[in-house]
């Protein structure tokens, strides 16, 4: 697909028109140009000689890494050394163009490079400049690499997680990864919705770190009173969580008085409801040692989606299913969250779609990502790059074929 197809395209979307240049690498920064690039905008993703990392991790696809085609849709890819000062000359002759530049390096990285915000903001006033690290910009981590996990544990969440009075717990999924790709197309459409106003682009700080905490809005709230053993797990306890059932697990929430009593009459058990001991969320995670095993007797009678057909909008719950079963689920489909691709090296695929619905400009269609250096020519072609000059930079390795 070339640039202009792409282009094109992208002008049923709400960021249609908006040049964003990927340097990042891993999940946050990768998957934040990603919802950008979902949204319309056209993103190039470029990568340093050696690759994104993310396209080394352990994957039971043999072409590509499954975790780099599913960070990185909707992108045309170019690599480029960075490190050779005619890779620096095509990344400028890029940016002259772009609105927006994403990378994650470590914060003394760009400015070795002459690509550090302070260095560009003259010569592109109106670009938005848009940092992911893992710690932010100051303070004695600011040079330390940032992982999901690393700040999963740091952060208390790992803690959390964990069963009261057990070791921590690490949340799977990357989930600080993903809130802080969430926060990164946030914070950059904001910048843009601001340049509008002012004609001025900013520096744009995402960090794992305040990301992590951010997701925990609800726990991180100190009152002056309290001391420092005060409770602040969200889960209600007692009935609420995964119950095996005769096939399968199923999750139960039964907060309300009205939800309550729901499950008792759909268990069996109304002896339960009438029982002033339990009528409380509070009482009823106090009494789970006495009305669990009664529940979870009850529960053998049915499998866990069948469970789901009785309760029905009664009581909030849902068979635990595998990712697989998504891929078919009638909701899914009914919603179009699942789009087919094709990958020049994997072939055919069926993959997630957008995030969000715009009624109106609804964005792209969805393509694949990129294979390593595969748009190379059609984007240096379209900032004036003659064939001669496109083979010259390939021959000094500035834009590298193959992954060092």
């Known amino acids: 697909m070339t640039m202009t197809n792409i282009e094109e395209d992208a002008v049923r979307g709400p960021l249609s028109g908006i040049r964003v240049l990927d340097l990042s690498a891993y999940i946050a920064g990768p998957y934040g140009c990603t919802l950008l690039a979902d949204m319309g905008a056209a993103v190039v993703k470029i990568e340093p000689p050696a690759g994104d990392n993310l396209r080394k991790y352990p994957s039971t696809l043999e072409a590509e890494s499954r975790a780099f085609i599913g960070v990185n849709r909707n992108k045309r890819g170019l690599a480029l050394d960075l490190k050779k000062p005619e890779g620096l000359e095509v990344l400028h002759r890029l940016l002259g163009e772009a609105d927006v530049l994403v990378h ?67 949340v799977y999924g990357s989930v600080v990864d993903y809130y802080a790709a969430s926060m990164l197309a946030m914070g950059v459409s904001a ?52 119950h095996p059932t005769r096939e399968g697990y199923l999750y139960l929430s039964a907060n309300t ?41 009850a529960l053998q009678q049915h499998s866990a989606l ?20 998504m891929f078919v689920n009638e909701q899914v489909l009914a919603e179009q969250m699942v789009a087919h691709y094709t990958h020049p090296e994997v072939g055919g695929y069926r993959g997630f ?13 969805p393509f694949a990502s990129p294979s390593f250096g595969q748009h190379a020519a059609d984007i240096l072609a379209a900032h004036g790059y003659s064939e001669e000059e496109i083979a010259r930079l390939r021959s000094l390795d500035v834009l590298p074929a193959r992954m060092a």
Request: proline fraction near 7%; hydrophobic fraction near 40%; glycine fraction near 12%.
């Open 191 to 242: 910048a843009l919705v601001e340049r509008a106003r002012s004609g001025l682009g900013q520096y744009v700080g995402v960090s794992l770190l305040r990301s992590a905490l951010a997701m925990q809005s609800a726990r991180l709230v100190w009152a002056d009173c309290e001391g420092r053993e005060v409770g602040r797990d969200m889960r209600s306890g007692g009935v609420t969580g995964l």
């Open 104 to 170: 994650n390096f470590r914060p003394a990285v760009p400015q070795r490079l002459g690509i550090a915000y302070e260095q560009l903001r003259e010569r592109y006033p109106a670009l938005v400049y848009c940092a992911v690290t893992g710690y932010g910009e100051v303070g004695p981590l600011k040079d330390k690499a940032g992982y999901d996990q690393v700040l999963q544990s740091m952060t208390g969440i790992c803690a959390m997680q964990g069963k009261a009075g057990g070791p921590p717990e690490i």
């Open 306 to 325: 069948e469970w789901e057909g009785i309760f029905g909008e009664a009581v909030p719950c849902a068979a635990a299913r595998a990712v697989e079963d």
């Open 257 to 297: 008085p009205h939800f309550w009593s729901a499950l008792c009459e759909r268990t069996g058990l109304q002896a339960l409801a009438a029982d002033p001991r339990y009528d409380t969320v509070r009482k009823r995670a106090q009494h789970a040692g006495e009305i669990v095993p009664r529940l979870r007797t």
């Open 353 to 365: 779609d957008k995030p969000v619905k715009f009624g109106s400009t609804p964005g792209p269609a």
